[in-house]
């Protein structure tokens, strides 16, 4: 059965410290993806990126950057020099796969609350 | 205007009610979702649809139903509510290929 597992419930950071989350996955597909949204106290989900299981390549966009290692099934995400804005909910879900066919049912992590102090 | 709606957007009812909360999309997506989202247990899948004539039950279907009137609009329903369906309600809306687009939730509460 696929399982999304974000160990942190609680970050608290001060401005300008980097914070990583982690998200670490089960799935026995050889096909999926892997999301991250953050949930802003307004309440919304906002996506942040999508990764598919064939590209491990690391992505950066702007202070944002991501780690995929399908070696230890972890798709991890930092935040370089925070911000107050940052604070939020972030969520790491997998979309499951039947077969090769992806059903885009997606498979959210318990959340990880970061809070970013002045 | 957004491309996910939801109605309402709050909403406090009484157990053994029945209620039902509206999701309408103007993105033109086959597929729609409805999820709940409970402290400290992320969101849940309730109920899916591919189309209009396919509908599927999801990981925590008991005490709901669905209704997918058209492409744009899926309803959920609860025949009679329950105080621990208390949560946070979002739909969803996919075209298979990127991201699922999400509305911007409906806070239930059951007294």
């Known amino acids: 059965a696929q399982k999304v597992t974000q160990a942190q419930t609680e970050i608290s950071v001060v401005e300008k410290e980097d914070v990583t989350l982690d998200c670490v996955y089960e799935t026995r597909d050889t096909t999926y993806y892997l999301f991250w949204y953050k949930q802003p106290p307004s309440g919304e989900l906002v996506f942040l990126i999508r990764?598919?299981?064939?590209?491990?390549q690391n992505e950066i966009s702007g202070r944002y950057s991501w780690n995929f290692q399908k070696s230890t099934s972890s798709f991890n995400f930092t935040i370089t020099a925070s911000q107050v804005v940052d604070s939020a909910v972030y969520f790491c879900a997998l979309s499951e796969a039947r077969g090769s066919y992806n059903t885009d049912k997606l498979i959210f992590g318990t959340g990880t609350r970061l809070q970013v102090f002045p | 205007d957004a491309d996910v709606t939801q109605t309402p957007r709050n909403r406090i009812t009484k157990t053994g009610k029945r209620i039902m909360l509206e999701c309408s999309q103007t993105?033109?997506?086959?597929?729609m979702y409805w999820y709940r989202q409970d402290p400290g247990l992320g969101l849940r899948l309730i109920y899916y649809s591919f189309d209009v004539k396919d509908i599927n039950k999801g990981e925590i279907s008991d005490g709901y139903s669905v209704s997918r009137q058209a492409q744009a609009k899926f309803s959920l329903s609860l025949e009679s509510a329950i105080p621990n369906q208390t949560a946070l309600y979002f739909c969803a809306t996919s075209d298979s290929i990127y991201e699922q687009f999400f509305g911007p939730g409906t806070r239930l509460t059951v007294l």
């Open positions: 993105k033109g997506h086959d597929r």
């Open positions: 990764r598919n299981s064939f590209d491990e």
